[in-house]
């Protein structure tokens, strides 16, 4: 018999937030909740550069060796780490409009960039640009899952017409969700929910249907100056 499928869940944690490790015994819950718990605590208190594999083996109470049987860098239990607390923090209830649902993700994800686990988040993003193994696993743990999650919701609105068929969806993503991880990481004005709304208007303004236009009370896109046509 196969084996029961978890249920799908609607949050901006999509699925496939645990980091890929190498074969071999399975992960005891108990084991991985300390070490995931030790990870944060080491997080914050000294912050991204200076934990290493070791501090988070002993303050867990477990070997080296168990970690890199589980995790292939100090990055990935990191990232594991403030991903596990993440889920209860930033539910997105999915919508009839899959644009609105996307307008509520942006808001729920700006406060969790400003909030605790975003500032634990931001000296791995920041170390990632320097090396390369720690950029990997930012990118595949963390930045892959959440767009995926969103690209579906930009699928889903074109196929009930909120979008063109024709719509740019890469280039919408970075485009809605660009602003956000420019304040998140630049820092030169705060990252708030009013933000993320002023980011979306914006941007679906210029590229939703008419219909959904008006249903999500935007402006008409300005019309081109003729003039300057001429």
């Known amino acids: 018999m196969s084996p029961r499928a978890r249920p799908a869940t609607r949050e901006i944690v999509a699925p496939g937030t645990a980091s890929p490790r190498a074969a071999g015994r399975p992960r005891s819950e108990e084991s991985r909740g300390r070490i995931l718990a030790a990870a944060r605590d080491l997080l914050e208190e000294r912050g ?32 594991e780490a403030i991903l596990a607390e993440t889920s209860p923090l930033i539910p997105c209830r999915e919508l ?3 644009l609105e649902t996307l307008r509520n993700q942006m808001r729920s994800f700006a406060r969790f960039l400003n ?8 000296g791995v ?6 090396d390369e193994e720690v950029g990997n696993s930012y990118r595949e743990t963390w930045v892959k899952p959440r767009r995926a999650d969103a690209r579906k919701f930009l699928g889903r609105a074109i196929e009930v017409g909120e979008l063109a068929p024709d719509s740019d969806v890469e280039t919408i993503l970075d485009a809605l969700f660009g602003p956000l991880y420019y304040r998140f990481l630049v820092q030169h004005a705060p990252l708030t929910p009013a ?3 002023a980011v979306f208007r914006s941007v679906m303004t210029g590229v939703a249907a008419p219909a959904a236009r008006k249903r999500l009370a935007l402006p008409a896109p ?9």
């Not at 083996?57 to 990191?78: C, D, F, M, N, P």
């Not at 993003?125 to 320097?130: I, N």
């Not at 300005?222 to 001429?230: G, M, T, V």
Request: charged share 25%; with cysteine.
């Open 222 to 230: 300005p019309c081109p100056d003729k003039s300057s046509a001429r």
């Open 125 to 130: 993003v920041a170390e990632g640009v320097l």
């Open 115 to 122: 909030g605790r686990y975003g500032k634990l988040l931001i």
């Open 48 to 79: 991204f550069r200076a934990v290493t594999i070791e501090a988070i083996a002993e303050r867990a109470g477990t070997s080296k060796v168990t970690l890199y049987r589980w995790w292939s860098h100090k990055a990935s239990i990191v990232l």
């Open 96 to 98: 009839e409009s899959p």
């Open 195 to 197: 933000f993320a709304e």
